[in-house]
């Protein structure tokens, strides 16, 4: 599998590189956001290692452009920084797991080889998948698809992530159903839930994709103190 590593420190570019070319993944390495968004028009990766901090192009700029451009394999952003705002920032612009200077080699790997199986899961499931009666799901104005792996709001084509359109079909398959976020976590995941902030930000992203009005939803509504529900329509 191929992993790009985008950081501008040269001695820990090195050792990223080092670090998982020793683990059997095929890495390239730049040093910015520019470089980086030239290697993705050259050869096709697996996942991407960002940092955030990164001279003429910044790590969350890029991943506004990666996710623009309609990438979807997993991102794990880098940063010195530690505040919740920036790693809430990061997850927003689509990226799947968050680092924070200092970590260790292991913990490096941990995260690459996790999200790289959830996203192989994820590959597999969708090109095994095969035709069943109930692949196509519409609530109000949304059409979701689960064999073309397609959503449309009002006839206009949206794009999501995996996590999101996982998490939007879990929902769309259930309208009217509250699932708590540790249970959205798990069906998701395949794993007992262990930090369920990730998925606040995950459906806040997706009402800014299929609502009208985020700030008052008509279609992914939250149950305070309870979880999340599709809204019958």
């Known amino acids: 599998m191929r992993i790009l590593v985008v950081e501008d420190e040269q001695d820990l570019n090195r050792i990223l590189a080092k670090t998982l070319t020793a683990e059997g993944y095929s890495v390239d390495a730049c040093f910015d956001g520019v470089e980086a968004l030239d290697y993705l ?40 920084k530690s505040e919740e705002v920036d790693k809430i920032m990061g997850l927003n612009m689509g990226a799947d797991d968050y680092i924070t200077k200092p970590f260790t080699p ?90 369920t902030d990730t998925i606040m930000v995950h459906v806040r992203k997706i009402r800014e994709k299929i609502e009208i009005d985020p700030k008052n939803p008509k279609y992914l509504k939250v149950v305070w103190g309870v979880g999340y529900k599709m809204e019958k329509q």
């Open 106 to 195: 292991l913990e490096l790997l941990a995260r690459v080889n996790s999200q790289l199986r959830r996203y192989n899961r994820y590959r597999e499931a969708i090109a095994s998948a095969e035709p069943v009666k109930d692949t196509y799901h519409v609530l109000g104005g949304i059409e979701l698809n689960e064999e073309t792996v397609e959503v449309f709001v009002d006839g206009a084509p949206v794009r999501l992530t995996p996590i999101e359109f996982k998490i939007l079909l879990l929902l769309m398959r259930n309208p009217g159903r509250v699932f708590s976020a540790d249970e959205i976590y798990e069906r998701i995941w395949n794993e007992k839930a262990v930090n």
């Open 41 to 80: 028009e050259g050869a096709e990766y697996d996942a991407i290692v960002l940092d955030v901090m990164m001279p003429r192009m910044d790590g969350i700029t890029m991943m506004m452009k990666v996710r623009e451009k309609g990438y979807d394999f997993p991102v794990i952003m880098l940063s010195a």
